[in-house]
């Protein structure tokens, strides 16, 4: 299915250059783009160009003001692109609804009848405001710089404000007779969701997910729904590590030993700024012993931290609330879990908590662990794993040469899937062996470059980490029974 929207905007310049210089028989600006379409594809289709309520940025003064006559000009500019074709305008972000509300009367006044849709950009961090806020000239009302500055260095509050600015934003605009809404999300939907919930633009219970994990954007990967369970918690290292691959399993997982995984650089270890500092504040604290690091697993396993090494993801997932006291037991018994799902037996789809796939269908799961131990808690382990016939592990320490395992080498076990109407079964999550071996060399490696590296070199909690970094061993468990999953009865009396 192909798109048959298209959205002209400004001229950009190549990396590296100032300005931009049109080519030889080139487009110079969005205009030439809009007559072009249309003379080309005729009615074909739908163009969406760029409005700038304030003024292009080229446009306004260094006091923060486009002069009258360069915001008629502009406002001219825009009449022609849509009257060469354009059947929609999207503004630029903007955070005084007065100003925008003000450009779509003068937009009526000079012509412009088509739809103006106002562009919302919730706040997520501080710094990113003020970047993209200076990079585009947009004016801050002071009451909003009033509220930023004593909550500037803490993410949350920030984050909650900007969702509360955002809806009090909306909510202006709706009121004066605006029907639609666009919100720039950057990759970070969640305030742009919390901000159509308070709306009463979408119920939370209907906001479900297509698959376990979330589709990447990549044209190339938008048939992939098969994926290995290791790296649930880190999709942008598995995507990747996984960008060069030909064709992306769908259906089936197959014989992921053909599959070449990228090899581990420096880009599966980089953090943005603020969860860098989150980790700083929530990590790196001193470690006296194991057990202090069984402690930091296991609140974060309850929710009182909101980072860890092992994730990209914002907190605990809601499926992990189901199992957070059993992950927290066995935690403080040295078993440190960095990735889990409860067992689900026939929940409905749209379940808020383990659902995804759409209404209608039916979830199953069986229940997994994944977790660092020592040698010795390891063997009482697979001691106890006799008494449990449907436990199925594999267990591999850093360096690759010590393996502990009761399946086969090329076993791929489907351990999430979902029966849908008139669809065949789904199965998007697997466990297998190749894949696996795969990912504990990144599963280790963050105990160095993801926690240790936190502290000045030779710090005692260093070392400790690196300890057990080289003498643990990484554990895959799934419970096989999904009807009557007993998987944390084996960590029992250990």
């Known amino acids: 299915m192909g798109s048959r929207t298209s959205s002209p905007s400004a001229a950009i310049p190549p990396h590296g250059q100032d300005k931009f210089v049109q080519v030889q028989g080139g487009f110079a600006c969005a205009l030439d783009l809009v007559k072009h379409i249309r003379a080309k594809y005729g009615e074909y289709f739908g163009i969406t160009v760029a409005g700038y309520p304030e003024g292009h940025p080229d446009v306004i003064g260094n006091d923060g003001v486009a002069t009258l006559q360069a915001y008629q000009n502009e406002l001219a500019y825009l009449k022609s692109k849509v009257d060469a074709g354009a059947d929609l305008i999207v503004t630029q972000l903007f955070y005084d609804t007065d100003i925008y509300l003000k450009f779509v009367n003068d937009c009526r006044q000079v012509g412009i009848h088509c739809p103006i849709v106002p562009g919302i950009m919730p706040i997520n961090n501080y710094k990113g405001f003020i970047r993209m806020t200076g990079f585009c000239k947009t004016k801050i009302p002071a009451e909003i710089t009033a509220a930023l500055e004593p909550i500037k260095d803490n993410e949350e509050a920030v984050r909650n404000y900007g969702i509360h600015l955002g809806t009090e934003m909306c909510k202006k605009i709706l009121a004066n007779g605006i029907k639609t809404l666009h919100l720039y999300t950057l990759n970070m939907e969640k305030s742009a969701l919390a901000i159509l919930m308070n709306l009463g633009l979408i119920e939370e219970a209907k906001v479900s997910r297509s698959l376990p994990w979330r589709r990447p954007t990549n044209v190339f990967r938008v048939k992939e729904d098969v994926r290995p369970i290791f790296w649930a918690n880190r999709p942008k290292s598995y995507i990747s590590r996984t960008m060069g691959w030909d064709q992306y399993p769908r259906g089936r997982w197959g014989d992921s030993r053909s599959a070449a995984y990228g090899t581990l650089t420096d880009y599966q270890f980089m953090r943005p700024r603020a969860r860098d500092k989150k980790l700083h504040e929530e990590w790196v604290v001193r470690l006296n012993s194991v057990e202090d690091v069984n402690e930091k697993f296991k609140k974060f396993c309850l929710g009182k931290l909101r980072s860890s090494p092992w994730s990209e993801l914002d907190g605990i997932q809601p499926e992990t609330r189901i199992i957070n006291e059993q992950l927290g037991r066995i935690n403080l018994k040295g078993f440190l879990t960095i990735n889990s799902q409860p067992a689900v037996n026939g929940e409905r789809s749209d379940s808020s908590s383990v659902g995804w796939g759409g209404p209608g269908g039916y979830v199953y799961q069986k229940a997994y662990l994944e977790f660092f131990c020592s040698p010795e808690k390891l063997n009482t382990l697979v001691e106890k794993c006799k008494g449990f016939p449907n436990l199925t592990y594999m267990a591999v320490n850093k360096e690759g ?73 990484l554990v895959s468990l799934v419970d096989n029974d999904y009807m009557k999953s007993d998987l944390y009865g084996v960590f029992d009396d250990i």
Not at 438 to 444: G, L
Request: proline residues 7%; aromatic residues 16%.
């Open 401 to 473: 040469d010590r393996w502990i395992s009761n399946v086969g080498e090329s076993d791929v076990n489907a351990v999430t899937w979902g029966v849908f109407p008139a669809k065949e079964i789904i199965q998007p999550t697997v466990v297998d062996p190749a894949s696996f071996l795969v990912w504990k060399d990144e599963a280790f490696e963050i105990w160095s470059r993801g926690w240790a590296c936190l502290y000045p070199e030779g710090d005692p909690s260093q070392k400790l980490l690196q300890e057990i970094q080289s003498s643990f061993f």
